[in-house]
């Protein structure tokens, strides 16, 4: 599915295939949350990296997370003027990249159940949902993007 997504300000616009586009996993860690995060947590969906276009890449400033006391890998890209959150790349898996649903414009489709992730960073004010579609982790599940689309027959 190619996904078109743009920062609040329109002055970086950027379109990415992705095979796992359902929005279905909430990241509560305090990067997410404190970064990209409106409801207490933040969405990643999961894309090609090498298809990524972008138009207003001179806008585009890059945040790496301090984690125990050493520089993440990750590279968290947002704009520099609106601070929009966009998408983060890991050169430990350069073959993909992880849009911010939040920047995505592009419709996406409604995931039959959602995952909740590193709720043992969560803020206490959240109220995470409760019910049978809703799967609680206080670290990461062992199911990789790909694994949960897949198990859910929506791989494309």
């Known amino acids: 599915m190619l996904l078109k997504g743009s920062c609040h300000c329109q002055r970086v616009r950027f379109s990415v295939e992705s095979p796992h ?7 509560y860690c305090s990067i997410c949350r404190k970064t990209a995060g409106g409801g207490g947590y933040a969405i990643n969906l999961g894309a090609l990296s090498e298809s990524l276009k972008v138009e207003g890449r001179e806008h585009v400033k890059v945040y790496q997370a ?5 520089k ?14 966009l998408w983060v790349y890991d050169p430990n898996w350069p073959e993909l ?10 419709d996406l489709p409604t995931p039959p159940e959602r995952v909740h992730v590193k709720l043992d960073s969560k803020a206490n004010w ?4 409760e019910g049978p579609n809703e799967r609680h982790f206080d670290d990461f599940p062992d199911e990789s993007l790909a694994e949960w689309h897949e198990r859910h027959g929506l791989t494309r």
């Open 21 to 27: 586009p359902y929005p279905f996993n909430r990241c």
């Open 66 to 70: 301090e984690i125990d006391g050493r």
């Open 72 to 85: 993440s890998s990750g590279e968290r890209n947002f704009c520099g003027h609106c601070a929009s959150a």
């Open 97 to 106: 990249i992880h849009p911010f649903a939040s920047a995505i414009d592009t």
């Open 126 to 129: 959240v109220e995470v949902p």
